[in-house]
């Protein structure tokens, strides 16, 4: 990231009331960016505002917006494209709706959708025009560890296939889009955390206790690895893995998959 010389960068954060976002938000403060923050609830934010500002010398600005919802994705979305000093856009606004996709309602459904494509999708685009011009920027996605959970199933882990795909499409738009902003000096980058110590369980009816201790990150755990991994160029973050050669296996195996079934003919197993 190469903040403007000519006054103090700009960050906005969604999600920013709790857990990851307001981790988000400590973090720029402190790193010397004046802030836009987001989220439904105004109070949470006049908070995080006044304990920022008190503790930093910046400047953060309290836009309450509920991204499920199309006039106020709209004013963000406007909001943006008015902020000639954007450095940064965090989109970390999500929740997790796990339960069987039967019995979710496909309202919340709707909303899960909105929130976690849409909003990323329009936010994003809002963003870059401006970041390409002034040739440069970033763009954080916030997914999860479990967009590559689609073949494990649910014996173990949580139902959630809604809330699954809509992160393996974070992923998908963010190493597509990655390849598109090639050499305009504008980054994206899809963070992917597993478990973190925030309300995103306990919101859900979940005793975040359950899980155990060694498998738990922390907010700022994790917002220190994926700046580290802006830093390292690093389109998808996972904040706990040691070793990236899965994702080269992924990348391979998709590789693969595409070049082999390049056939115009079904498969000998699809012919009677």
């Known amino acids: 990231m190469n903040p403007s010389p000519s006054k103090r960068p700009v960050a906005l954060v969604t999600g920013a009331s709790s857990g990851i976002g307001a981790a988000f938000a400590a973090r720029l403060a402190q790193d010397g960016y004046d802030l836009i923050v987001v989220a439904r609830r105004r109070e949470r934010l006049e908070g995080l505002a006044q304990e920022l500002e008190k503790k930093h010398s910046g400047k953060v600005e309290v836009l309450p917006a509920d ?23 965090v989109n970390n606004a999500g929740f997790g ?10 309202d919340r459904a709707e909303e899960l959708v909105n929130l976690q494509v849409l909003a990323v999708t329009r936010l994003t685009r809002a963003a870059l025009p401006g970041m390409i011009e002034r040739g440069h920027g970033s763009i954080i996605n916030v997914s999860s560890r479990l967009a590559f959970s689609a073949s494990l199933g649910s014996s173990q882990l949580a139902k959630r296939a809604t809330y699954a ?14 390849g598109e902003l090639e050499g305009t000096g504008v980054q994206v980058q ?19 206790n359950r899980f155990p201790p060694a498998i738990v990150s922390r907010p ?13 160029g690093e389109v998808i973050c996972v904040p706990a893995l040691d ?13 693969a998959l595409f070049e082999s079934s390049r056939g115009g003919s079904a498969a000998g197993r699809y012919r009677s």
């Open 67 to 89: 991204l499920s919802r199309p006039d106020s994705l709209r004013a963000v979305e406007k909001r943006i494209a008015e902020e000639p000093a954007l450095e940064l856009l």
């Open 97 to 106: 709706g796990y339960m069987p996709f039967v019995e979710l309602d496909p």
């Open 165 to 178: 795909a809509t992160k393996a499409y974070i992923n998908t738009f963010t190493q597509l889009l990655s």
């Open 190 to 208: 899809a963070l992917c955390p597993g478990v973190v110590l925030t309300e995103f369980h306990t919101r859900m009816g979940m005793d975040p």
């Open 220 to 232: 700022e755990d994790i917002v220190a690895a994926s700046l580290a991994g802006l830093k390292l």
């Open 243 to 255: 070793d990236p050669a899965p994702l080269q296996q992924i990348r391979d195996g998709e590789r």
